[in-house]
C-alpha cells in the first residue's frame, strides 16, 4: 500500500511570495490533516479534511493560509504571501476515518519550507 | 488548559543500554487519549501507541514498554537494549474526548551511539 505522499519536499522562498504544498493520502481515507511543525516543536494541526469538507480549521492563519480537497482525494496547501515565521516543515497526514480515538493517522515526509 | 510536556531536549545513551522518555500532561477532562510518535530523519511520524484514559495498564511491545500513571499525570516510554535505529524524535501527544483537538509535546531526540 503506497504511503502519504507530498510534494515538493523542499523549497526555499523569499518573503512576500506566495507557495503551494501538495499532497495525495493513502488511497481510500476520508480524513486529511495538515501540520505546521516548527524546528523543535511538536506538529501543529492546522486545518483537518473529512471527504471534501472542512471540520476543524481553528488553527489556520487565514488571512495567509488556504487549503483545499476539491475532490475529496488531494490536497493542496498555499501561503500568500509567505513571512519568516512561516518557515517550517509541512506534514500531511490522512486515516481512514475522522477522529484520533479510533484511526491513527498516517503522515507523509513532510515538505521543508524555507522563508528568507 | 491543556498541556503535554518532554522536559527532556536531547537524551544520547550508547547502544544497548535502557532509555526512559518522560511525558507529562495536564488536561481537567476525564475521557483522553495519549500517544507516542516517533519522528525518524526521514521526516514521517510513526505511529507507536495509542492509550485511552481508562486503561491504565501498562504495554510491552517487544522492546518498547510504556507506563501510563494517572495520579501523576504521565506516560512514560521505554525502550529496553536500545538499538542505533531507535535514534529519532519522539512525541507524545494528548486528545480530549470533548473535541477531539491534538495536542503534541515538543519531542525528546534520542541519540543512540554505537
Known amino acids: 500500500e503506497a504511503g502519504v505522499a507530498q510534494s515538493p519536499r523542499y523549497k526555499i522562498i523569499e518573503k512576500r511570495q506566495s507557495v503551494a504544498f501538495w499532497c495525495n493520502p493513502i488511497?481510500?481515507?476520508?480524513?486529511l490533516y495538515w501540520y505546521q511543525q516548527i524546528l523543535g516543536q511538536g506538529p501543529k494541526l492546522l486545518i483537518q479534511?473529512?471527504?471534501?469538507?472542512?471540520?476543524?480549521d481553528s488553527q489556520l492563519p487565514k488571512d495567509r493560509f488556504s487549503a483545499e480537497r476539491l475532490k475529496g482525494v488531494d490536497s493542496t496547501l498555499k501561503i500568500q504571501p509567505a513571512k519568516l515565521e512561516d518557515s517550517a516543515v509541512y506534514l500531511c497526514?490522512?486515516?481512514?476515518?475522522?477522529?484520533?480515538?479510533?484511526?491513527?493517522?498516517?503522515f507523509g515526509p513532510g515538505t521543508r519550507l524555507t522563508v528568507t | 488548559a491543556q498541556k503535554v510536556t518532554q522536559a527532556q531536549t536531547e537524551i544520547s545513551v550508547v547502544e544497548k543500554e535502557d532509555v526512559t522518555l518522560d511525558c507529562v500532561y495536564e488536561?481537567?477532562?476525564?475521557?483522553?487519549?495519549l500517544f507516542w510518535y516517533k519522528q525518524p530523519p526521514s521526516g514521517e511520524l510513526v505511529f507507536l501507541i495509542r492509550?485511552?484514559?481508562?486503561?491504565?495498564q501498562n504495554e510491552i511491545s517487544g522492546r518498547y514498554s510504556w507506563n501510563f500513571q494517572k495520579s501523576t499525570s504521565s506516560f512514560n516510554f521505554t525502550i529496553t537494549a536500545s538499538q542505533v535505529v531507535d535514534s529519532a524524535v519522539y512525541f507524545c501527544?494528548?486528545?480530549?474526548?470533548?473535541?477531539?483537538?491534538?495536542?503534541f509535546g515538543k519531542g525528546t531526540r534520542l541519540h543512540i551511539l554505537p
Open positions: 488511497s481510500g481515507h476520508a480524513t
Open positions: 497526514a490522512s486515516s481512514p476515518q475522522r477522529g484520533y480515538r479510533s484511526y491513527e493517522q498516517y
Open positions: 488536561t481537567r477532562d476525564t475521557t483522553y487519549y
Open positions: 479534511f473529512q471527504n471534501n469538507g472542512v471540520v476543524d
Open positions: 501527544a494528548l486528545v480530549m474526548n470533548r473535541d477531539d483537538k491534538i495536542i
Open positions: 492509550r485511552n484514559s481508562f486503561d491504565e
